[in-house]
C-alpha cells in the first residue's frame, strides 16, 4: 500500500488542493444537451423498441453510460494535470514543429480538429495536449481506454478532457449508440476530439491497422442522417499526428509480450513503476503534424467514385494512417538500429557510418524528414545516439581492443527492431524494387515472357510483394503503389530506361546503394514463414490459432538457437498474427479437401521470398550466415515418421 499512498500523494501535490479534492457540480455542457435533444430521446425510444425493452430501463442504462465517458475542462485542473504531465515527460525533450503548429493554430480559429494521432506509448496522452494547450489551442478532449481509468487520477483526468471509453462494446448496443451521439454532440459544440488511430500502443514501433470505431462516429456526424448529405451536419478538419521517441522506457515490458508474457494490468502499482522509469533520460520527442483535410469533402469525394459505407471508412483511416507515415521523421535512433540489426554483429564507429551514408544520401534524395535535423553522416551524432542506446541497454559496447565495437545485447533484438520501424515505412518500397530486379536478373534463357518483357516481370514481383506484405504495411492503391515504384526504380536505374535484360538487372541491382530488403523484409518474411512451415503440417487438418500461434512460438524459438531465421526479432506473437491474418485472408486456416497443398504452395512461396532478400544481403557484403530451413516432407512420410 505504500507504493499507491505515493503515487496518489504525487497526484495531489501536482493539483491545486482545491481542485484535486472538488468534484463538478452539474455533467458537462455536451451530456445535458443530450439528454434534451429531441433527436437522442427518438433514438433512444427506438433502441428500448428494437432491443424490446422498458424505454425507462434503457434510458438509465444510457444515462449511466454518458456519465461515465462524459469530460469537460476545468481550468485550474488543465493546469495542475500540465504540470503533472511534464513531470512525467522528464526524460525527453519534446520536439514541435513551430510553423506546422502556427498553421494548425489558424485551422483551430475556425474549424473542429480531429487529432488522430500514432500511439507508441502511453505519454503520447500527455505529449499531445500539453503541447497544444501551451500554444493556445481550443480545449483537446482525448480518447482513452477505460482502463487507465483509475481512481482520483481517473476523476481528476475526466476534468482535464480525458473520455474513457470501453473497447469491447459489441455486445452493448446502447453503449454505442450513447458513445455515437456523445461524438456528435462535441462535434456540433465545436471541439477539439484526439484519438489513436490504431485503437492501442503498436508492440513492433511500426503503426498498427487503424480502428474505425471513432472514426465510424465522426464520419456519420459529418453526413448526417439518410443516404444525401446534410448540409446542416457539422464538418470536422481530421488532422492525422505523429510522436515518435528516440527511446521509450516501456518498449522492453512490450517486447517481453511479443514473446508470449502477459500484459500487466494498469493498475496503482503499474503507474508507479511507470512514473519511475520517467527518472533516466532518454532523448527527445518529437511531435509532428501531417496534411490536414475535410472530412466531409473526403466522403463527398469517395461517395462520387462509388465507395460508400464501411469501404469509405476503411479508405479514410488508410488515408490518415499515410499522412502520419508521411510526418514521422527518421530518427538517428532509428538508424542506427538499422545498421547494427542488419549485420547483427559487432560494428565500430567507422562501419556504422558507412552502413548509414548510403541510407543518408537516400533519405535526402527522397527528402524525407530527419528528427531534430540531425545530420546522419556526423560521426558525433552517430556515437551519441551509439552511446545512449548503450545506457539503455539495448547495445553493448567492447572497448578493450583497438576501438570500441558495439552490437545488439542479448534479448534485445525486438527492442532495437521497434526502434527501427519508426521508420521502416519509408523503406519498403526500395527494398520491393530491389526484389523486382533481383527477379528479372534471374530469368533463364529461353523463359517465356509475358506482353511487357522483362520489365513486365519485374512489375509482377513488385505487386507479388504487395499482396503479401499488405496486412504488415500501408501501401498505397495500385496505381499509388506503381508511382512510388517507379520513383524507387529512377533511384535505382536512372531515367530513361525502357528496357531491361536479365544482365542489365544484374549490373544495376549489384551496382544500387543503399540495398534495403534483406534489412527491411528479411525479419518480417522468417517471421512469416514459420507460421507458413507449422501451417503446412497440418496438411488438409483443421486449425486451432492459439495452438498454432503457440506451436510457431516454440519452433521458432528452435530456428532461432539454429539460425535458420537471420534474426530473433522474427520470433514474436505480434509478426505471427499478422502472418496468421494472411493465410486467414488467404482461406487456409479452414480445413478441407486440397487445403493441404495450398498451404505447402504458401511455404514454399515464402521460402524462395526468404532465398531472395539472402541473396540481396549477399550483393550488399553482408551475407546473411543462416542455414535455410529445410523443405517439408510430403504429409504420409512425416505421418510414418511420427
Keep these: 500500500m505504500t507504493a499507491v499512498r505515493r503515487v496518489r500523494d504525487l497526484a495531489r501535490a501536482a493539483l491545486p488542493r482545491s481542485v484535486g479534492e472538488r468534484l463538478p457540480a452539474a455533467p458537462p455542457r455536451e451530456v445535458t444537451e443530450l439528454l434534451h435533444d429531441k433527436r437522442f430521446q427518438r433514438a433512444v425510444a427506438a433502441?428500448?423498441?428494437?432491443?424490446?425493452?422498458?424505454?425507462?430501463?434503457?434510458?438509465?442504462?444510457?444515462?449511466?453510460?454518458?456519465?461515465?465517458?462524459?469530460?469537460?475542462?476545468?481550468?485550474?485542473?488543465a493546469q495542475g494535470w500540465a504540470r503533472m504531465g511534464d513531470w512525467f515527460l522528464r526524460a525527453y525533450d519534446v520536439l514541435v514543429d513551430e510553423d506546422d503548429m502556427q498553421e494548425l493554430r489558424r485551422l483551430d480559429r475556425s474549424h473542429s480538429l480531429a487529432l488522430a494521432f500514432s500511439h507508441r506509448s502511453y505519454l503520447d496522452g500527455m505529449v499531445i495536449p500539453n503541447a497544444l494547450s501551451s500554444r493556445r489551442f481550443s480545449p483537446t478532449y482525448t480518447f482513452g481506454g477505460a482502463n487507465l481509468n483509475l481512481p482520483i487520477i481517473g476523476t481528476v483526468a475526466s476534468r482535464?478532457?480525458?473520455?474513457?471509453?470501453?473497447?469491447?462494446?459489441?455486445?452493448?448496443?446502447?453503449?454505442?449508440?450513447a458513445l455515437r451521439s456523445y461524438i456528435r454532440q462535441m462535434v456540433t459544440n465545436k471541439r477539439n476530439l484526439a484519438w489513436s488511430?490504431?485503437?492501442?500502443?503498436?508492440?513492433?514501433?511500426k503503426l498498427r491497422p487503424p480502428v474505425h470505431g471513432i472514426l465510424k462516429y465522426l464520419t456519420d456526424t459529418v453526413q448526417g442522417e439518410g443516404d444525401a448529405f446534410d448540409p446542416d451536419a457539422p464538418d470536422v478538419q481530421v488532422v492525422p499526428l505523429s510522436v515518435v521517441y528516440d527511446q521509450l522506457h516501456e518498449v522492453s515490458l512490450m517486447t517481453e509480450e511479443a514473446r508470449g508474457a502477459n500484459k500487466t494490468p494498469e493498475d496503482w502499482r503499474w503507474l508507479v513503476r511507470f512514473a519511475r522509469l520517467q527518472r533516466n533520460r532518454l532523448g527527445r520527442a518529437y511531435l509532428t503534424v501531417g496534411e490536414p483535410f475535410s472530412l466531409r469533402e473526403r466522403m463527398a469525394e469517395l461517395?462520387?467514385?462509388?465507395?460508400?459505407?464501411?469501404?469509405?471508412?476503411?479508405?479514410?483511416?488508410?488515408?490518415?494512417?499515410?499522412?502520419?507515415?508521411?510526418?514521422?521523421?527518421?530518427?538517428?535512433?532509428?538508424?542506427?538500429?538499422?545498421?547494427?540489426l542488419g549485420a547483427d554483429r559487432a560494428l565500430?564507429?567507422?562501419?556504422v557510418l558507412d552502413t548509414v551514408e548510403p541510407l543518408a544520401a537516400y533519405i535526402d534524395a527522397r527528402r524525407w524528414p530527419v528528427a531534430g535535423a540531425a545530420d546522419l553522416r556526423d560521426r558525433a551524432t552517430i556515437r551519441r545516439a551509439l552511446a545512449e542506446l548503450t545506457r539503455s541497454g539495448v547495445l553493448t559496447a567492447y572497448d578493450q581492443g583497438t576501438e570500441p565495437v558495439w552490437k545488439i545485447g542479448d534479448d534485445q533484438h525486438l527492442v532495437a527492431a521497434f526502434?527501427?520501424?519508426?521508420?521502416?515505412?519509408?523503406?519498403v518500397e526500395r527494398a520491393i524494387g530491389e526484389l523486382a530486379l533481383l527477379t528479372v536478373s534471374e530469368l533463364e534463357p529461353g523463359t517465356e515472357l509475358p506482353p511487357g518483357g522483362e520489365l513486365q516481370v519485374g512489375w509482377e514481383e513488385a505487386k507479388r510483394m504487395r499482396d503479401l506484405l499488405k496486412f504488415e504495411f500501408f501501401f498505397p492503391s495500385r496505381a499509388g503503389f506503381e508511382d512510388d515504384l517507379r520513383t524507387e526504380l529512377r533511384l535505382l536505374v536512372g531515367e530513361g530506361v525502357t528496357e531491361m535484360s536479365p544482365v542489365k538487372a544484374r549490373e544495376l541491382l549489384v551496382g544500387a546503394r543503399p540495398h534495403l530488403a534483406h534489412l527491411v523484409l528479411r525479419p518480417f518474411l522468417d517471421a512469416y514463414l514459420v507460421v507458413a512451415d507449422r501451417l503446412a503440417d497440418h496438411g488438409d487438418g483443421p486449425v486451432d490459432e492459439a495452438d498454432l500461434l503457440a506451436d510457431s512460438l516454440a519452433v521458432g524459438q528452435q530456428w532461432a538457437l539454429q539460425r535458420?531465421?537471420?534474426?530473433?526479432?522474427?520470433i514474436s506473437l505480434e509478426l505471427f498474427r499478422t502472418a496468421?491474418?494472411?493465410a486467414r485472408h488467404k482461406g487456409l486456416l479452414e480445413g478441407g479437401e486440397g487445403v493441404g497443398s495450398a498451404r505447402e504452395a504458401f511455404a514454399a512461396e515464402l521460402r524462395d521470398s526468404v532465398r531472395r532478400v539472402t541473396i540481396i544481403g549477399e550483393i550488399a557484403g553482408e551475407p546473411v550466415q543462416v542455414v535455410p530451413p529445410p523443405v517439408p516432407q510430403p504429409q504420409s512420410s512425416k505421418r510414418e515418421n511420427a
Design 580 to 582: 496468421l491474418a494472411l
Design 160 to 177: 482535464t478532457g480525458l473520455i474513457f471509453i470501453r473497447r469491447a462494446t459489441q455486445e452493448i448496443p446502447v453503449y454505442r449508440l
Design 303 to 340: 461517395a462520387a467514385e462509388g465507395v460508400t459505407g464501411h469501404q469509405a471508412v476503411e479508405r479514410v483511416a488508410l488515408d490518415i494512417s499515410h499522412r502520419i507515415n508521411r510526418a514521422t521523421p527518421v530518427t538517428t535512433t532509428a538508424i542506427v538500429s538499422l545498421a547494427l
Design 348 to 351: 565500430t564507429v567507422d562501419e
Design 564 to 570: 535458420r531465421v537471420a534474426s530473433e526479432e522474427s
Design 197 to 205: 488511430i490504431e485503437g492501442g500502443r503498436t508492440r513492433t514501433g
Design 47 to 77: 433502441a428500448a423498441e428494437e432491443q424490446g425493452r422498458d424505454e425507462e430501463e434503457v434510458w438509465s442504462e444510457v444515462k449511466g453510460y454518458l456519465h461515465e465517458m462524459a469530460a469537460a475542462h476545468d481550468d485550474r485542473t
Design 419 to 427: 526502434y527501427r520501424n519508426t521508420v521502416i515505412h519509408i523503406l
